[in-house]
């Protein structure tokens, strides 16, 4: 069964511009939740969407929102980027979203700022 | 969640036993322990959970103590492949679904 993807691997964005993320969870799993990596901050969680809704939401401003249609597909929204909106975007996909549902990690978007 | 204490970094011989310690004083009754793993700059790897009684799998084993208050990953025979930052991380059974990550230990396996 394939992993959890994301697209794109790597991307350069610059103050001020907006970027789109992509995760296609795994096969069957319904829940996928989005994290953000700095050095500085660590894993945070974003924002979790379960049958296209949001289900959860980290502690991050309005600039950062996220969407799931109905494959279970999902992506996020950064507008107005900021040079501290450089870090590595994570998405994890598990079957319902239950916290005993173990998560799987995609390999993340590296996203620079400049 | 409850909140755990990990060592900030551990060496280990290559083809020896690796126990990485957790420590989760304040867990309740209802809290599971997982352990995640991340290499350089890749997501976090799923390695194993539980609840009360020791696990393993094909990857390590889990170790609990009675008490519930620490836990140990044991890798059994690491390698090259196994140097990453480990994360010892407790979910409570019910509730949101977002994992706390903490900062973990980096553990460095050495030839």
């Known amino acids: 069964k394939a992993g959890v993807t994301q697209t794109p691997r790597y991307l350069i964005k610059t103050r001020g511009q907006q970027v789109t993320l992509s995760c296609s969870p795994i096969s069957g799993h319904r829940s996928v939740s989005w994290y953000q990596q700095t050095p500085g901050q660590g894993l945070q969680f974003l924002f979790e969407?379960?049958?296209?809704?949001?289900?959860n939401k980290g502690n991050f401003p309005g600039r950062f929102s996220g969407r799931q249609f109905s494959n279970s597909r999902s992506e996020m929204n950064v507008s107005t980027l900021e040079l501290g909106d450089s870090a590595l975007y994570l998405c994890?996909?598990?079957?319902?979203?239950?916290?005993?549902?173990?998560?799987?990690f995609g390999p993340g978007t590296r996203l620079t700022v400049l | 969640d409850a909140k755990t204490t990990q060592p900030p970094s551990m060496d280990c011989a290559e083809g020896r036993a690796a126990n990485l310690p957790c420590n989760h004083s304040t867990i309740s009754g209802n809290e599971y322990v997982y352990w995640y793993r991340q290499i350089h700059s890749q997501g976090p790897q799923y390695i194993i959970h539980g609840l009360k009684n020791n696990e393993t799998n094909e990857m390590a084993s889990l170790i609990i103590t009675e008490d519930r208050k620490s836990s140990t990953l044991i890798l059994p025979h690491a390698t090259l492949r196994d140097t990453a930052v480990y994360y010892c991380i407790v979910r409570v059974g019910t509730g949101a679904n977002n994992l706390f990550f903490g900062t973990g230990t980096r553990l460095t396996v050495i030839p």
């Open positions: 969407y379960f049958s296209e809704t949001q289900r």
């Open positions: 994890a996909s598990s079957f319902t979203g239950a916290t005993t549902d173990t998560q799987y």
